[in-house]
Nanobody
Framework: QVQLLESGGGLVQAGRSLRLSCAVS????????IAWFRQAPGKDREGGSC????????WYTDSVKGRFAISRDSAKNTVYLQFNSRKPEDTAVYYC??????????????????????WGQGTQVTVSS
């Protein structure tokens, strides 16, 4: 059974960089697609950043593309999200999610949080202006 544990959130000033970690246990990264999504109060979960564990290919939704970077460390079974917290609207709970291998493309998965069956508890990121 996949278990995901996020860490690294907190209060950060706009313009400062931040790295979130997602420790994956119960499975190895290789067959899975791991994603980061975020959810602000009163809004839907969005902002997917996705990585395929087998080859490291990534895909980003438009709202985070160019500012966020997802990466993996297979030896540590951990996925990271690096971003420059330049915008107060980046304030949200950030979730790590995992999906077993399938036929869907990264593009389709990253746009659709509902395709991911396993989720962490989330980590709060608050960006101050």
């Amino acid at each position: 059974q996949v278990q995901l544990l996020e860490s690294g959130g907190g209060l950060v000033q706009a313009g400062r960089s931040l790295r979130l970690s997602c420790a994956v246990s119960g499975v190895t990264l290789a067959p899975y697609v791991i994603a980061w999504f975020r959810q602000a109060p009163g809004k839907d979960r969005e902002g997917g950043s996705c990585i395929r564990g087998s080859d490291g290919n990534t895909w980003y939704t438009d709202s985070v593309k160019g500012r966020f970077a997802i990466s993996r460390d297979s030896a540590k079974n951990t996925v990271y999200l690096q971003f420059n917290s330049r915008k107060p609207e980046d304030t949200a709970v950030y979730y790590c999610a995992a999906k077993p291998p399938g036929l869907s493309t990264l593009q389709r998965l990253c746009r659709s949080p509902q395709f991911f069956p396993s989720w962490g508890q989330g980590t709060q990121v608050t960006v101050s202006s």
